[in-house]
């Protein structure tokens, strides 16, 4: 059978289509068949544990850490009518660490009836023990007895270097506390032992009676500690302590994300 010249000429721009088609389509697909596995790829691949997350990815497995336990979290009084709430916490994960969740500090009286909340948020140090501070707290004439503290969203864990925790050191030292039944005041140096620039740093102090019982808490505060910056804090209260203070621990409060290399 003879093909006509308008059949064969059909056919041949039928075949340059399906070509080009052919290799349009190639020039498409290649890349994602062939892409490098990422940590925003929505897939398992490369090194990582889990989706997006794990080996070389910033961000750790959920299934992979461990909860934050909430050791406790009580109010304390600065003057009548005012207080301080602190909830102190332990992150038993040493390379893990969260920059940013938020919080819910709840409160009741001694009959345990509701009668206030604070919200907040804050970051969570790799590896140890830290706390959540809230000052000022206002809630009229009521006494806050009973206080709960509680995370209000999914942590999202980020991975820390074993090395950047060795090099990021704050020491503290020479804790004094004078006057405890008139003007009490608490002072301590403060190191940052490190090349790092740290910014916004919280300092809280928390004191303890011979049962290991927190008694009252204090926080002061820093815009920024420079590489081996070496200064002095003060804590002061503006009544007596309500108890003999046997034992001192104050906790540098720092994101570890935010501390970087001059």
């Known amino acids: ?10 056919i041949i721009y039928i075949t340059i289509l399906v070509l080009f088609f052919s ?8 890349p994602q068949i062939t892409k490098a596995p990422s940590c925003t790829d929505g897939k398992q691949n490369g090194e990582e544990t889990g989706v997006d997350c794990g080996g070389s990815c910033l961000k750790a497995c959920i299934v992979e850490v461990d909860e934050i336990s909430i050791l406790w979290a009580r109010t ?15 992150n038993h994960n040493q390379n893990e660490a969260i920059q940013k969740i938020n919080y819910r500090f709840r409160f009741g ?24 501070f809230e000052p000022g707290i206002d809630i009229g004439s009521s006494i806050p007895v009973y206080t709960t503290f509680e995370f209000t969203e999914m942590p999202v864990w980020l991975q820390v270097s074993q090395e950047k925790i060795n090099q ?27 090349l790092f620039t740290i910014p916004n740093v919280g300092v809280v102090a928390i ?52 501390a970087k290399l001059q």
Do not use: C, H
């Open 207 to 258: 004191l303890y009676d011979a049962g290991g019982n927190a008694i009252s808490t204090s926080r002061t505060y820093f815009d920024q500690l420079a590489p081996l910056e070496n200064t002095e804090i003060n804590f002061t209260w503006p009544e007596p302590l309500p108890g003999e203070v046997v034992e001192k621990e104050i906790i540098p409060m720092y994101n570890i994300f935010s």
């Open 1 to 10: 059978m003879m093909l006509t010249w308008a059949l064969k000429r059909q």
């Open 76 to 90: 304390f009084k600065v003057i009548p009518g005012r207080y301080n709430a602190v909830a102190y916490l332990v």
């Open 109 to 132: 009286d001694a009959k345990n009836v509701y009668i206030g909340k604070r919200e907040g948020s804050t970051f969570v140090p790799p590896g140890g023990n830290f706390a959540v």
């Open 168 to 194: 990021l050191k704050v020491l503290v030292s020479n804790i004094q506390l004078v006057d405890e039944a008139t003007s009490p005041r608490l002072s301590a140096t403060i190191k940052n032992n490190s």
């Open 23 to 30: 290799t349009l389509g190639f020039i498409i697909i290649y």
